[in-house]
């Protein structure tokens, strides 16, 4: 009997569960339909978008592009130390380059973003939540969610491909530096190759989408998590945690299905 | 005031996107061999096409003239159709040839133009949706090796029955 009843808490834990996380799986689609439906109003107050992207997009460029810089060296001096066991190094240029546009430029950028201004956001938002300063623009007939946070998903949307472009740009650079003066790889061979290879469609143009999507995500995952933080210290650090590991989790699998979608001819 | 100068500092920044996209397009990507010049599709036959691709280059002299748009699998003949898409500006004569050929010992795989010699007057030239007759498949390697075998078992054979 006992047996049973434990079975059937075992049960009811297992439905509450799915039913609670089916429930902010809902709440998040339905707020996100919400801020792009309430977002035309950004078309008369761009400045509060250019505001947002001084904080998620230039702020976030230092670190961005000495992360491709050393992903570039990196990438370069791997590459060589490989494609010289098959007597191949002149394709260096193409590895790195097509390594960069398809796959390390999005995805490094999403995962850097999310840790350098996801994380930011879920708090700003989190403590403006514990503040009441939320419900206080609410008394006053302003909408939080045109007003706070619609901005700030559209600058991250609108940063996240220029940073993506940034970082693949400066890593070609940084494959090039160890690559031709340093190695001693045909510089003419190196960007021949590279210029063969990349295409300007499939190649350049499905990593920009793959950097739109993975902004539209990040940037998303922060706010709402930020917007449905429990409004205490505790709330907001949970939340803030729940952000990076949220959010690098689903660009990552994101990733593989576009991926998937993508090249898979 | 102290708007504009945020206006400025976000205009640097997507202005220094804008320039790598600029880099990434002309110096990493091929844009020059993107080109919206004005096409014409021509189309061959062949036996075997070995690891031809579409979007692969359709070269004449070395130059690159066209690059291939699709190929299928003609179940009447048993050949494979390569349709091809020649720019406009090059024109070829009727009695042109096709050649599947590679670059290198391992590299891609390419066809190769070759005019033929009526090349007087404009009305023999190959238009749009034309076929190309004379055609030469790609050379397998496995073919060639068996072939090479098979030659010098037959070789060994004569020469046991000439020692006889």
């Known amino acids: 009997m006992t047996i049973l009843h434990q079975a059937l808490d075992l049960l009811g834990d297992l439905g509450f569960y799915v039913r609670r996380n089916l429930t902010s799986l809902g709440n998040a689609a339905r707020m996100f339909a919400a801020v792009i439906w309430r977002s035309g109003f950004l078309l008369k107050r761009p400045r509060l978008v250019s505001d947002q992207i001084l904080f998620v997009g230039n702020h976030s460029f230092v670190i961005i592009a000495i992360s491709g810089l050393f992903v570039g060296f990196v990438l370069g001096l791997q590459g060589y130390y490989t494609l010289n066991r098959y007597g191949s190094e002149q394709a260096l240029g193409l590895l790195v380059a097509l390594s960069l546009t398809r796959e390390l430029g999005p995805v490094i950028t999403a995962l850097l973003f999310a840790g350098r201004a996801g994380t930011s956001l879920t708090a700003e938002i989190g403590l403006m939540k514990a503040g009441e300063q939320l419900s206080a623009m609410e008394m006053m007939a302003v909408d939080p969610l045109s007003r706070v946070i619609a901005p700030r998903l559209w600058a991250g949307i609108i940063a996240m491909p220029i940073l993506a472009t940034i970082f693949t740009a400066v890593g070609v650079m940084g494959g090039y530096f160890v690559g031709v003066p340093l190695i001693g790889v045909d510089s003419g061979a190196f960007w021949s190759q590279m210029q063969g290879g990349v295409d300007l469609f499939s190649d350049i143009g499905n990593g920009l989408v793959k950097s739109m999507v993975f902004g539209v995500a990040v940037t998303f995952i922060a706010l709402y998590q930020g917007y449905e933080a429990k409004p205490t210290p505790e709330g907001v650090s949970q939340a803030t945690t729940r952000t990076v590991v949220i959010s690098s989790l689903s660009v990552l699998a994101l990733d593989f299905l576009l991926t998937a979608m993508m090249f898979s001819n | ?164």
């Open chain 2, 1 to 164: 005031m102290r708007k504009s100068a945020i206006d400025i500092w976000v205009g640097i920044f997507v202005a220094i996107g804008l320039l790598a996209a600029l880099f990434l397009a002309l110096k990493v990507g091929n844009m020059n061999a993107v080109s919206f010049a004005p096409t014409y599709k021509i189309s061959a036959r062949f036996d075997n096409i070995g690891g031809l691709k579409p979007r692969a280059p359709v070269k004449s002299a070395g130059v690159v003239v066209g690059r291939i748009a699709n190929i299928s699998f003609d179940d009447k003949t048993y050949q494979a159709t390569v349709v091809m898409t020649i720019e406009d500006t090059y024109k070829f004569p009727k009695d042109s040839s096709a050649k599947i050929l590679t670059s290198g010992l391992l590299g891609e795989q390419y066809i190769g133009l070759e005019a033929g010699g009526s090349d007087d007057g404009s009305d023999d030239m190959l238009a749009n949706g034309e076929k190309i007759t004379q055609t030469q498949s790609a050379i397998v390697l496995e073919n060639l090796i068996s072939q090479f075998l098979y030659n010098k078992a037959a070789d060994s054979g004569q020469d046991k029955g000439a020692a006889k």
